[in-house]
Structure formats: structure tokens, C-alpha cells
């Protein structure tokens, strides 16, 4: 498998907190990998400190992002409320589920495994009416308390964190876009639309360089950018990230 990785560089856009994981895994299968991100995340708890006197009154917490977990876990351990007063929370995804875990929390049965908010939303919308806390970073989309509002059930939203854009090189990132041998991965939207901004546009001729997708959402961005998505993780985790790489550059090596 590593010749398949031979030559290819791989830009990991996390924020540099969040992209050691990736990192390490593309490192072990042979690629070249630097981390570049274009966002920082700066959590706000604080923001969620004077809903958590209701919180018994919601059926459970709908996280989207392991940021808004977090951010979550910081305001309730400055209440120093115990797992217990904390109803079941639904997460997408393993990595939100694990920071819902290691606080002690309750994972609502079934929601890790949806991959996506709007999977998850439907899921839940097929429940009898209930009241939900959707804590969220200030760029989410409206799907999930869409989907869940016309089911009849109440969302209440507390942005709890917020997406900043870091100032790139916007000749370097250009000189990568016009790169076959580049891969860029990609986590989130906001990700998307911050390198967008500062990245001189490129027609399809000169956009040579690939790109991998967490999500359905993000490759819409991406696509919407005009940027070829070449895979899609199949599950929302780096694992399923770089197997999606991995098969792309396997079925090129085979031609």
C-alpha cells in the first residue's frame, strides 16, 4: 500500500489540535503530509452556562461536531454538575461519541452511526415530539432543527463555538490546487469557504490537485467551489477518509 502513497502529498486543513490523528495514519501508509490549516476553533462556553439550569427539561442533546461536545463538557464542569443530570446525547460520528464517553455521558442508541446531521435529524424526527438542545459552532446549517421542527419536535440553539479563518499563502495554495501529485482533505464547510476566499479561482484545466471529503455536506462545498472531489468517507472518521484516498490511488495505480 505504500506505493500507492509514493510521491503524493497530502494536506491535512485541520486545525493543528485536531489533525495529529490524520496525520499520523497517512504518515504510516507512506504519504508526505503537511498540516495547513485554514480555520481556528475557539470554543465559547461560557454561551451555554445559563441554559444549563433547564437542561433536565430536554429529551437530549443533538452534537454535531466534537467541538460543540467539548465546548459542552467545559460549561457543565464550571456548573460541576455530575453525568447524571445529563440527558442522553445524540452524536454524529466516532469522534464526537468519544468526547461524549470520556465526559460520562449517555449516547442516545443508534445516532453515532448516522455519519451525518441530516441522518441523524431524520432519525430522531421519526420520534414521538420531543424538546432537544442542539449546542453549535456559529457556521452550522440550518438541516437538523429544520428537519426536526417540522416533525413537530423543539429545538433550542446555542452556537457555542465559532470557525475563524487563518491568513494563507494564497500563491502557495494555488500552486497546490494546480498539483496532480496533492491531495487536500476537508472536515468541514466553513474549511472550505475560508480557503475559497483567499485562493485565487483556477479553471478545471488548471485545478489539478484531488480532493477528500468527511462528508456529503463538505463535498457539496467543494463542488459548489468548482473543486473535483475525487472520494468521500464512507463513515465520518479518518479512518474512512483514508480508505476512501487509499482506494482512489489504488484504482489510478491499476490503470
Known sequence: MADVWSGITVIVT?????????????????????????????????????????IRTFAGIVLTSANAARALRAAIAVLGLSASDIPPCAPVGRATARVVRAAGWAVWPGTEETGSGEALARMLASLPPRRWWFPCG????????????????EVVRDVC????????????????????????TWFSPSAVHACAAQCKPLGPREMQARHACIGATTARACEAQGWPVACVAAAPTEEAL????????KTQAQR
Open 14 to 54: 485541520r486545525p493543528r489540535a485536531q489533525a495529529d490523528g490524520l496525520a499520523a495514519l497517512l504518515t504510516a501508509r507512506g504519504a508526505t503530509v503537511q498540516v495547513e490549516p485554514v480555520i481556528d476553533v475557539v470554543l465559547m462556553p461560557e454561551r451555554l452556562q445559563s441554559r444549563l439550569p433547564e
Open 138 to 153: 456559529d457556521q452550522a446549517l440550518d438541516t437538523v432543527p429544520a428537519i426536526l421542527s417540522a416533525a413537530g419536535h
Open 161 to 184: 463555538y465559532e470557525t475563524r479563518p487563518v491568513q494563507l499563502d494564497g500563491a502557495r495554495w494555488s500552486a497546490w490546487f494546480a498539483s496532480p501529485a496533492v491531495f487536500f
Open 242 to 249: 483514508l480508505e476512501a484516498m487509499a482506494g482512489v490511488l
